[in-house]
């Protein structure tokens, strides 16, 4: 009789549960000798995902949608069983909040970068002289291979400060909520690399490379999925998949220490528990990682992985309450301006389907580099501060019904420059001191849903692959 092989995986966010049920469904499928343990800190699964529901209100505390390009998630979705359940996001105007106003951000942009150049032309976001260092572009020298550089030196060197400030910084901040001069590029946005050493200008290069799938006055399309009954249910549906015969879930339980034992390596639970596993999958943060791990050292090369915390406030109103009942899924705000909030989605607009009739449900974000104790705030300070600024900018005087507190403390992991390079060298050392362990999650390879899915994908590939060895 051959003994079964034991697999752990830490950590119960999407990833962990995206390896979970890849690995079942691949051990049921090739009849293979192993079984899966699933271990989270906490007493429920889903990390983020977390829908809020009341008085017929669907609320999202954490991320509320993913998008459609990366097929990870919806494929994942349809694979559960959950694909009749899927929505699209009703595509209406979004906007930028800059010195007071808010602008209707320019189409026939792919992150704020021009692939028609009539909307900036004509646009009230941009001064005569930004408009002229934007088109700057056009007549930059060709530059050679990089090894890395910030997210901020790149975008500002090929379209200007006020392009960035006013447009590329709002929108990357709702990704990754961090400081643009330290964020790499290679980490986060490598195609716009590409696309300059491909075109030298980065205009040119995303007009030829993207302009066809964002033509000015072309029909917008969806861009994002989510759930008809919110995204919890993707989390539900996963646990319901999991069968108790191949992979047991412990929740509520913290892994205190993990020491190698010749091939094999073996878990301290904080409940007493004692688990022996052939191969682990840690979908942790890298602080909990290297606690885990803390008699090895290459941790310390890696860093200490920087994160930014950030708040959400979901206010519920009535219809009439919000005078400027803007046709448009929100907006982002400008760094330059002196508001606190940093973006708001007006979520009856952008997905109906979470709010009653005559109801308005907005959702308020707080928290950026150099005000992140915001998030320490109690809930009323919090929503009252949301509230302030929804006054100056929507009019709005009225009270909530109710409102949602939502804080992420440590939660927006910091790809600063050269984040692949450590990221190479921790995986070269963990294969050589410890074989078998794999990384995986928005630590090291990407921070929205699909790319955290897909991340599940490969780690379960990297574990059935060491096995069959």
């Not at 205009?203 to 989510?226: D, E, P, W």
């Not at 791990?293 to 941790?299: A, E, I, P, T, V």
């Not at 406030?313 to 046709?327: N, S, Y």
Request: hydrophobic letters at 35%; glycine letters at 8%; one cysteine or more.
């Amino acid at each position: 009789m051959i003994e079964a092989k034991h697999i752990i995986i830490i950590g119960g966010g999407i990833t962990g549960l995206t390896a979970a049920y890849y690995l079942q469904h691949t051990i049921k499928e090739r009849q293979l000798p192993y079984k899966v343990t699933l271990i989270e800190a906490m007493d429920k699964l889903g990390g983020k995902i977390e829908t809020y529901k009341k008085n017929g209100f669907i609320i999202e505390r954490g991320p509320d949608s993913f998008l459609i390009r990366k097929e990870s998630g919806a494929r994942l979705v349809r694979h559960v069983g959950l694909g009749e359940n899927l929505i699209k996001n009703d595509t209406g105007k979004s906007f930028i909040l800059v010195k007071d106003q808010l602008h209707e951000m320019p189409q026939g942009s792919v992150m704020g970068i021009p692939t028609s150049l009539s909307p900036f032309i004509f646009s009230s976001l941009f001064s005569f002289r930004g408009k002229l260092r934007m088109l700057g572009d056009f007549f930059l020298p060709q530059k050679g291979p990089k090894h890395d550089q910030s997210v901020g030196a790149f975008f500002r060197h090929h379209l200007g400060n006020e392009l960035l400030e006013n447009l590329i910084e709002p929108l990357l901040s709702g990704i990754y909520a961090g400081n643009i001069d330290k964020l790499s590029l290679m980490a986060t946005f490598p195609q716009f690399y590409e696309m300059e050493q491909s075109h030298r200008s980065l205009i040119i290069g995303a007009r030829k490379t993207l302009g066809n799938k964002t033509q000015h006055g072309s029909k917008k399309t969806s861009k994002f999925y989510s759930l008809k009954h919110g995204l919890q249910t993707l989390v539900e549906q996963i646990e319901k998949c999991l069968d108790p015969s191949i992979v047991q879930v412990v929740s509520g339980a913290k892994v205190k220490q993990i020491d190698k034992k010749g091939y094999t390596y073996q878990l301290l639970l904080d409940n007493g528990e004692v688990h022996v596993a052939n191969s682990l999958a840690l979908t942790t943060s890298v602080s909990q990682a290297k606690h885990m791990f803390n008699q090895f050292d290459f941790w310390d090369d890696f860093g200490e992985m920087k994160a930014t915390s950030v708040a959400n406030v979901a206010m519920a109103f009535d219809r009439e309450a919000v005078p400027k009942d803007i046709d448009g899924t929100g907006f982002v705000v400008s760094r330059n301006g002196d508001y606190r909030i940093t973006a708001c989605t007006w979520t009856h607009k952008k997905w109906p389907e979470t709010t009653p009739e005559n109801k308005a449900l907005l959702r308020c974000y707080v928290g950026k580099p150099g005000d992140e104790k915001v998030v320490t705030l109690s809930d009323d300070e919090i929503a009252a501060i949301a509230l302030h600024d929804l006054k100056k900018i929507m009019g709005i005087t009225a009270q909530p019904d109710f409102y949602v507190v939502t804080r992420w403390k440590d939660s927006m992991p910091q790809y600063e420059v050269g984040h692949l390079q450590r990221l190479d060298k921790l995986s070269q050392a963990m294969e050589e001191q410890l074989p078998g362990v794999f990384v995986a999650g928005n630590n090291y390879k990407g921070v929205g849903i699909p790319d955290c899915i897909s991340q599940g994908e490969q780690v379960v590939e990297e574990i059935l692959s060491f096995l069959k060895k």
